[in-house]
């Protein structure tokens, strides 16, 4: 498999996107449970607020969700990038070695 120096970039963003697993935990929130707010998300996975805003605001960089504005709430939702990264993840781990 090659790969262009573009696409060897995204997938290091990719990868550091997911190299903590806080956030692994918000994506897979998310995944199971949309329409959450950070407070919500901190809430349900117990960090602190700052803590779950930094990791949302990272997996939102690399496109894995997405912030929709409903008044003064701010909701977080998967985006199908996000989907796939988390079935490949998941096809990956079932792998027999």
């Known amino acids: 498999m090659k790969f262009t120096g573009k696409q060897l970039k995204l ?18 929130l998310i995944n199971e449970k949309s329409k959450l ?4 998300i ?7 607020y700052q803590s ?3 990791h949302t605001q990272r997996l939102e960089k690399v496109g894995f969700v997405y912030k929709r504005y409903n008044g003064l709430a701010v909701e977080h939702i ?3 990038r996000g989907k796939h990264f988390l079935i ?9 070695s």
């Open 78 to 80: 998967i985006t199908e």
């Open 37 to 40: 707010n950070v407070e919500e």
């Open 88 to 96: 490949s993840f998941e096809k990956v781990l079932t792998l027999e």
């Open 52 to 54: 779950g805003a930094v």
């Open 11 to 28: 997938l290091e963003l990719f990868t550091k996107a997911v190299a903590n697993k806080n956030r692994i935990k918000i994506l897979a």
């Open 42 to 48: 901190s809430d349900i996975l117990k960090m602190n």
